[in-house]
């Protein structure tokens, strides 16, 4: 069984280029995050979605950052423009639901952008 | 506040002892759970283990065991003999039914294992 997949693996893009980073969850899963990964701050919940429908994007930091799920198998995460300090690891995870709330997160193996 | 806390940044130990890493969490609810994640040097996130507040009883996987002591709100991880392998960060999490079940990530534990 296929886990998370998130592509592209590396990203080095320039300062103010558009980033598209993407995600595909595991077959079933319901619930599908975002997280960022830096030194300084750790790991950051971005924004999840539950069954498509974004339900918390209270970590988003800017209007720069946005996030998408067209479908259950498919999300994206867009930064527009970009700038050095959102250079980070970023990972996709998801989850189903289980008996008793949302079940274990499993993560993709993530992305790590660099911005110049 | 939901938060928690690894206090130990880095730990490094020789091959083939045991090491504990401690984790420290705050909660008001009476629903949650706690996880521990392993990130090897690749970068990917592995899950280990996954435990919610109701069941207090200890775990153990192979050389792996989890002490969780709902009356110290700790969730120690043990790794017995340990192997270069072993080398990694490991993060402690919390997620709270409440909080729509949210995980919030420690800051991680840098264990070095050294042959």
């Known amino acids: 069984d296929a886990g998370v997949i998130q592509s592209p693996r590396h990203e080095v893009t320039e300062m103010g280029q558009e980033v598209t980073l993407r995600c595909k969850p595991i077959?079933?899963?319901?619930?599908l995050f975002w997280y960022r990964q830096t030194m300084m701050r750790g790991l950051e919940l971005l924004i999840y979605f539950n069954n498509n429908v974004p339900i918390d994007d209270s970590g988003m930091p800017e209007d720069r950052f946005s996030a998408k799920m067209p479908n259950a198998s498919f999300s994206t995460l867009k930064i527009q423009p970009s700038e050095p300090r959102d250079s980070a690891v970023y990972f996709c995870?998801?989850?189903?639901?289980?008996?008793?709330?949302?079940?274990?997160?499993?993560f993709g193996p993530g992305t790590r952008l660099t911005v110049l | 506040a939901q938060k928690v806390t690894q206090a130990q940044t880095e730990i490094s130990v020789v091959e083939k002892e045991d090491v504990t890493l401690d984790c420290v969490y705050e909660t008001r609810d009476t629903t949650y759970y706690l996880f521990w994640y392993k990130q090897p040097p690749s970068g990917e996130l592995v899950f280990l283990i996954r435990r919610n507040s109701f069941d207090e009883q200890n775990e153990i996987s192979g050389r792996y065991s989890w002490n969780f002591q709902k009356s110290t709100s700790s969730f120690n991880f043990t790794i017995t003999a340990s192997q270069v392998v072993d080398s990694a960060v490991y993060f402690c999490?919390?997620?709270?039914?409440?909080?729509?079940?949210?995980?919030?990530f420690g800051k991680g534990t840098r264990l070095h294992i050294l042959p």
């Open positions: 999490a919390l997620s709270e039914a409440s909080r729509d079940d949210k995980i919030i």
């Open positions: 995870a998801s989850s189903s639901l289980g008996t008793s709330g949302t079940d274990t997160q499993y």
């Open positions: 077959s079933g899963h319901d619930y």
